[in-house]
């Protein structure tokens, strides 16, 4: 397998290059310069390691060239046939890559997207960004340098909605959309035109250009709307049965998966009520497919009122240095503590370990707080709030609570044990009796003041701590050093998904991730000179 092994020394035409790369588009000057240290001997090897592990054929170009082919294309933003192109018309990718003058491309475009999947099936995008880290630890010449000898971690972690590239559709399109999908699989299967296939599987709905058009009903009319979609399940089945029939020893991939979405969209936005009839399930499904493209896209929010349709990006950026040491993506559904484990899992793969977490609340409940406790490290994030249903009564903060005798003690003195976790009750008959209860409660009349006590209430009082003093509250600002880094993000790769699923999109935030640690190697670099 051919090694890439381009000169160090740079060339006439090079120096010229690199006298013009000094503000605009400088990170290629920086590649040009230590791309023979970012794709040392050793990630080398492990790059052609993805070739050799599957027994696939010879790559037909040096991985190492492909992986920079990728960093350049995440950089610009270029798609695959615009990297292509850039590789003969830009003078500066043929710098990096080492190719000036040529006048045909060093890689094809569909060589581009092979690789990438090969990346992405042996986590290479996850031992880029490592590398990358690697690069900007070793080179550090600032304050953050003893740490980056002690292995020593200090992080915070932060997430950003992405929107998924999937369309999201109500439960009428995703069916009609589904069952489209299954006759232009079956036509090309068949050879047969998808019109012939509508008609012999019972599916004339989809004759129309659209499955709205095709049923042409009062839509505001509840009625004719509860009779679409029986028409449209019907056919549908119809579809299925005619697939199951016909087709059944071929059923693979991509017809299985569109199978799989119409069994799974229906499992989830229909019911059948009691008469026999199909309907439209009342509620929304808690893990609710939303996208016939994209099978893990979900519904998030990015507040109370503010929704959004993909997944959440999670970084992990160093507070000693200014760089992102790992990434999560989660469906946008999910909570974001469930991103903290991966990244977790990341740091502890590059020997790195965490003895500083700064985390938003919502991470609080990640099992990788109580981890870094036990280690010894320490956690920071702002505290749940303790405000009282009215600005009027007593709030949480008005109780004393006692961790360790596991007791909570009401302004008037009466006082009850819980368990963390527990929602504490006062004793009715005291509070009706209280001349402080106007002040207290407005529970209703035989009902006592109740009291949330958290699973980790220890915790959040030494976060409210913390927030009560000026040098927590400069602790807990550290934080904002992620929020940067997840807008640098967003400014790299904007606020929609690239591709599809959750583990190609992982990619795409890694890559960005590690040309952003590029970046700054690069400014570590100047400011050391
Ligand atoms: S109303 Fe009940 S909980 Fe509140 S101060 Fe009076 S006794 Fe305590």
């Given at each position: 397998m051919e090694r890439w092994s381009p000169p160090v020394e740079l060339s006439r035409q090079e120096q010229a290059l690199m006298k013009r790369l000094t503000r605009v588009r400088a990170l290629f000057g920086f590649l040009r310069l230590h791309r023979h240290e970012l794709f040392d001997e050793t990630f080398q090897e492990q790059l052609e390691g993805m070739y050799r592990t599957t027994g696939a054929g010879e790559p037909p170009h040096p991985p190492a060239l492909m992986c920079m082919v990728t960093l350049l294309q995440g950089y610009v933003g270029a798609s695959d046939a615009e990297a292509v192109e850039l590789a003969v018309v830009d003078l500066r990718w043929q710098m990096v890559l080492g190719?000036?003058?040529?006048?045909?491309?060093?890689?094809?475009q569909g060589a581009l997207q092979a690789f990438r999947e090969r990346m992405v099936a042996h986590e290479m995008d996850r031992v880029l960004l490592e590398r990358t880290v690697a690069l900007v630890r070793s080179g550090a010449m600032t304050e953050g340098e003893r740490r980056a000898v002690s292995k020593a971690l200090r992080v915070a972690i932060d997430s950003r909605p992405l929107a998924g590239a999937g369309r999201v559709e109500d439960t009428i399109n995703l069916l009609g959309h589904a069952a489209r999908s299954i006759v232009r699989v079956v036509s090309k299967i068949t050879e047969r035109p998808p019109e012939e296939i509508c008609r012999k599987a019972g599916i004339p709905l989809l004759l129309a250009p659209s499955i709205k058009a095709g049923l042409d009903l009062d839509w505001s009319d509840p009625k004719q709307k509860a009779a679409a979609i029986q028409i449209l399940e019907r056919q549908v089945s119809s579809l299925q049965q005619w697939v199951d029939r016909h087709l059944d020893d071929v059923v693979e991939q991509p017809l299985r998966t569109y199978l799989d979405a119409v069994t799974q969209v229906r499992d989830q936005d229909l019911e059948t009520a009691e008469d026999g009839t199909v309907r439209i399930r009342q509620g929304v499904a808690p893990d609710r497919r939303v996208s016939i493209e994209d099978a893990e896209m979900r519904h998030g929010r990015k507040s109370r009122s503010k929704r959004f349709d993909g997944y959440k990006e999670h970084i992990a950026r160093d507070l000693d240095l200014p760089v992102i040491v790992a990434c999560a993506v989660t469906p946008?559904?999910?909570?974001?503590?469930?991103?903290?484990a991966p990244i977790a899992e990341d740091v502890q793969r590059q020997r790195l370990r965490l003895v500083e977490l700064h985390i938003d609340r919502?991470?609080?409940?990640?099992p990788v707080v109580d981890d870094v406790i036990r280690a010894g490290g320490q956690v920071f994030s702002k505290p749940w709030g303790q405000r009282a249903r009215s600005p009027d009564l007593f709030s949480k903060r008005d109780f004393k609570i006692d961790l360790r005798a596991k007791t909570i003690t009401c302004p008037a003195g009466q006082v009850e044990v819980f368990e963390p976790g527990d929602t504490v009750e006062f004793d009715p008959e005291e509070c009706g009796a209280c001349p402080l209860r106007a002040k207290c409660t407005q529970a209703a009349s035989g009902r006592g003041r109740t009291v949330s006590i958290a699973e980790d209430e220890a915790l959040q009082g030494k976060f409210r701590k913390l927030q009560q003093t000026g040098p927590g509250r400069a602790v807990l600002r550290q934080r904002t050093a992620v929020e940067h880094a997840l807008a640098h993000i967003a400014a790299r790769?904007?606020?929609?998904?690239?591709?599809?699923?959750a583990r190609r999109n992982l990619f795409d935030l890694r890559r960005a991730a590690a040309i952003q640690n590029l970046e700054a190697a690069q400014r570590l670099i100047q400011e050391a000179a």
């Open positions: 190719c000036l003058g040529a006048d045909t491309p060093p890689f094809s946008a559904n999910r909570p974001e503590e469930e991103g903290a919502a991470y609080v409940n990640s790769k904007g606020h929609s998904a690239r591709y599809i699923g």
